[in-house]
């Protein structure tokens, strides 16, 4: 069983950044897969970005690429999101998820696939 923390949320301008981390307790952390999803209110959550287990692969959504970078630190089992020159429609509870993958290479992007989920982080980007 893997618990998920998320943390680094908060309130910010148009164009500031933030980094959100998620700690990891249990299990193998370092052949999880893992992701950051979120949601606006009113809306479905979406995938965000995803990473394998290796750190090797990498899958952003259209919408924060150039902006979001995922990162991992298997020795302090967390996984990181930089958020850069953030926008009102980033306005959401993000949330990570796990998922124990074979491959190394292997990410996900489908809500459905991960087995672990955090209990999300607010963020709130004012224009």
């Known amino acids: 069983q893997v618990q998920l923390v998320e943390s680094g949320g908060g309130l910010v301008q148009a164009g500031d950044s933030l980094r959100l981390s998620c700690a990891a307790s249990g299990g193998t952390f370092s052949r999880y897969a893992m992701g950051w999803f979120r949601q606006a209110p009113g809306k479905e959550r979406e995938f965000v970005v995803a990473?394998?287990?290796?750190?090797?692969?990498?899958y952003y959504a259209d919408s924060v690429k150039g902006r979001f970078t995922i990162s991992r630190d298997n020795a302090k089992n967390t996984v990181y999101l930089q958020m850069n020159s953030l926008k009102p429609e980033d306005t959401a509870v993000y949330y990570c998820a796990a998922k124990g993958a074979g491959s190394g290479r292997a990410y996900y992007t489908s809500k459905a696939s991960y087995d672990y989920w955090g209990q999300g982080t607010q963020v709130t980007v004012s224009s």
């Open positions: 990473m394998s287990w290796s750190g090797g692969s990498t």
